[in-house]
């Protein structure tokens, strides 16, 4: 029996060399026995740690279930086929998911497809393609090699989503006319997704080297490339059975066309409120177990895709699952009902849960009506017109990211400030970490090219706001860095264990609102580099380090994601650029092929209530909103008191309670929903709790690989199903009569279906207060 995935505040890294570690099993305990005393942890997982110790592997077995702790420094990785192929599916996937960026319902080519698609086209490659020298390099180096599709994948991927600074030159042209030129907007972009980079890199020895920083997303992509590759190694164990590579193709088949049930042919698979259809027009009952504006008591889906909208139940460790379920259920089923049938923020009148702000009569707030010709507040049409309402939901998943901000801070300081003061006296090779000693035959990347990224970007973020009138003054542009810089590493420690990032877009608009109010290009901007330079700093921090795990040469890895970077990003503004000046009424309600652009239109509102707005008008004394901004004392407090229990009673259950994680797990509320929780939490139970501890060899051999065999299954089905039966003649290819019949529709025909209220408009027909 196998115990659970131990995270920082049970086991730190250690510092013993344990090539000096003779592999018998009594000096492996007494050395994991000195490695409890040095940290004074008494909650390491002994058994499993000498274990590591004598298969010179990693002590965690989610780890050795997936990577490899061999290495061939030989092998082919940075090839010119390896940059040709590369460079090729940064344009394709980054320019294609750009593209659908501005389509409801949209489509994105994850990292999965890339990871399938590269593998067959590398094949190929090196069976047809003729062995000449381009430029003293081969065109065929032979087999195609799995540090070959690693290094592609990374840099078809690393620029694959749209980035998030292309929504600003958006917003500007459709909301506030502006239409600025394309060096603005390549500098601006540029700008935010690099400077991450350079904060990963230079703070990669906390978020990488260390064996206890285990990046859970990248175990189930490292299962898919040994599969794939046809790699064995120790961790899988000696179970019999299906080969993991026939595993992966049956688990991958039936995924992908299951798909085609609740994606296409009976959506009602996917939406499961089987609650809500038996009693369609009962508003409480739609409340509580609906699943479009509902909390998703109904428990069940049957679409994967749904299941995994906030990552692979698969992937994430179960106490942590625990503490996101745990979250979910105190805040969502227990205090939401609370507040609405309260009336708290008078919510009676709103849907119970919803992504739209609402104005006092429960229609859609029209921002354009409070706004002046230089689009900042008309305070007098804001007073005439309506305060901004928001449902009870969405009020709460504020106060809840307000929590989660002050608690990552007090709790990285409590829990984890023992690791990052030893990682900060140690370099990568003094790391006992089989891994880091493989890595360590290879040149490590310098500091100083990550600080000449920084400045390079720096220089063009200072160019971006003073040559063209954003109105963001410099010392804010340094504010927005330094926040990022702060949470950077406290944030990345917990995604590293757990699989969840705690995001700082709220807290970004927070602090731009108030320090530089009535500007909302200079509030977007703000949010950009304050929230997006974490983001990308712990993007290119996850592969970073699945190429620890898969032993890419660090110098590699570098150029490869540099590169990708710059030519995905310009790919994206090029495509944006031709949407924007080729389909007709773009960006608008009215456009006939759906390109509505539903990601533009929240980041427009986004900015309208920070920037336009702005917070002092929503969550000042005496405002509506004013009482959640206790929840940051609340998230400063709630770490303090899990510390002082821990230290009293060191062996309780309060040492798996993660309040930043509790706090912030459960932030993709809007948009997400119970539906993508619920189902969620019960196949993390079954497979990370109940089959890891029952069937553990099983759980060895199979389980990452399942993983990435439903997941890559489900984005071929979606891609398949988009292009060949929606998107060609507008859907003609299809059955129209697929959409009309009773499975696509019924979980429409419901309260739930159509966002009702729980009380009609009063008689006055308007509600909220007197005066704002």
Not at 32 to 44: G, Q
Not at 145 to 172: C, N
Not at 310 to 329: D, K, Q, T
Not at 608 to 614: E, K, P, Q, R, T
């Amino acid at each position: 029996m196998s115990a659970p995935l131990m995270h920082p505040e049970e086991r730190d890294s250690p510092s013993t060399d344990l090539e000096k570690v003779a592999p018998r099993e009594d000096e492996a305990a007494h050395a994991v026995d000195a490695l409890v005393a040095e940290f004074d942890d008494p909650n390491i997982d002994r058994d499993q740690a000498v274990v590591g110790v004598l298969e010179d592997d990693s002590p965690y077995p989610e780890v050795r279930s997936a990577v490899a702790n061999t290495d061939d420094p030989e092998m082919a990785c940075s090839t010119l086929r390896a940059w040709v192929m590369g460079i090729v599916w940064a344009v394709i996937i980054s320019g294609l998911n750009q593209f659908f960026h501005f389509r409801y319902p949209s489509v994105s080519i994850s990292s999965l497809a890339a990871q399938l698609l590269s593998f067959p086209v590398g094949r190929l490659w090196a069976r047809f393609m003729p062995n000449v020298h381009i430029f003293g390099h081969p065109l065929n180096p032979g087999p195609f090699a799995i540090k070959e599709h690693v290094l592609i994948t990374i840099m078809a991927t690393v620029g694959g989503p749209s980035a998030y600074a292309t929504d600003i030159p958006a917003v500007q042209r459709f909301y506030y006319n502006q239409n600025y030129n394309f060096g603005y907007q390549w500098m601006m972009v540029m700008s935010t997704q690099l400077i991450g980079f350079s904060f990963g890199g230079i703070l990669r020895r906390f978020l990488v080297s260390p064996p206890s920083m285990i990046w859970p997303v990248n175990l189930v992509t490292c299962a898919l490339f040994n599969t794939l590759h046809s790699q064995t190694y120790a961790g899988i164990g000696e179970r019999g059975g299906l080969s993991r590579g026939r595993f992966f193709f049956y688990a991958w088949l039936g995924s992908l066309c299951w798909y085609f049930f609740p994606g296409y042919l009976f959506q009602a698979l996917s939406y499961f409120t089987w609650v809500c259809w038996i009693a369609p027009d009962n508003i409480v009952v739609n409340q509580l177990f609906g699943y479009k504006s509902g909390l998703g008591m109904s428990l069940i889906t049957f679409d994967w895709s749904q299941i995994t909208y906030i990552g692979s139940p698969l992937a994430a460790p179960w106490w942590a699952e625990a503490n996101i379920f745990a979250g979910f259920v105190f805040f969502f089923w227990i205090l939401t009902p609370a507040l609405y049938y309260t009336n708290t923020w008078y919510s009676k009148y709103m849907p119970i849960s919803s992504r739209t702000s609402y104005d006092n009569t429960g229609k859609e707030y029209n921002i354009t009506r409070i706004l002046t010709s230089h689009a900042t507040l008309n305070l007098t049409a804001y007073q005439e017109y309506s305060p901004l309402f928001l449902s009870s939901t969405f009020a709460l998943s504020y106060g809840l990211l307000f929590a989660s901000m002050t608690a990552t801070v007090t709790h990285a300081i409590l829990f984890f400030r023992k690791q990052i003061w030893s990682q900060a006296r140690r370099s990568l090779d003094q790391q006992p970490d089989i891994h880091a000693r493989l890595m360590a035959r290879y040149k490590p990347v310098p500091e100083w090219w990550y600080g000449a990224i920084f400045m390079a970007m720096f220089v063009m973020g200072v160019l971006t706001i003073e040559l063209w009138p954003t109105e963001m003054p410099v010392w804010a542009f340094l504010l927005s860095l330094l926040i990022s810089f702060v949470y950077v590493v406290p944030v990345g420690m917990i995604q590293a264990i757990t699989n969840q990032q705690i995001g700082l877009n709220v807290i970004t608009e927070f602090i731009g609102g108030y320090a530089i109010p009535g500007r909302p290009i200079a509030v977007m901007l703000f949010k950009t580099w304050g929230y997006i330079t974490m983001f990308q700093a712990l993007a290119f921090t996850a592969d970073f380090k699945l190429g620890h795990y898969m032993k890419i040469p660090p110098r590699s890895m570098f150029w490869g994601q540099i590169v990708a970077t710059a030519v995905a990003a310009t790919t994206q503004l090029g495509v944006q650029v031709w949407v924007f000046n080729n389909i007709p009424d773009v960006c608008t309600p009215k456009q006939a092929n759906g390109f509505i652009c539903p990601g533009i239109e929240v980041f427009g509102t986004a900015s309208f209530i920070w920037g336009v707005i702005g917070p002092q008008r929503q969550f000042a004394a005496g405002q509506l909103y004013h009482a959640l901004t206790y929840f940051f004392i609340l998230g400063a407090g709630l770490p303090v008191v899990a510390w002082l229990i821990s230290r009293r009673w060191p062996n309780s259950f309060i040492r798996y309670v993660n309040f930043p994680l509790i706090f912030a797990g459960v932030g993709y509320i809007p948009p997400a929903s119970a539906l993508n929780y619920v189902p969620w939490a019960i196949v993390g139970f079954i497979f990370q709790f109940v089959i890891r501890r029952c069937y553990f060899s099983w759980w060895t051999k199979y389980n990452y690989v399942l993983s990435a065999a439903l997941d890559s299954g489900v984005a071929i089905s979606i891609i398949f199903i988009f292009f060949c039966l929606q998107y060609p003649a507008n859907g003609a290819i299809g059955n129209h009569n697929v959409a009309k019949w009773w499975g696509n529709k019924v979980f429409l025909n419901t309260a739930d279906g159509k966002n009702k209220p729980f009380l009609p408009l009063p008689e006055s027909g308007s509600f909220g207060p007197a005066s704002w």
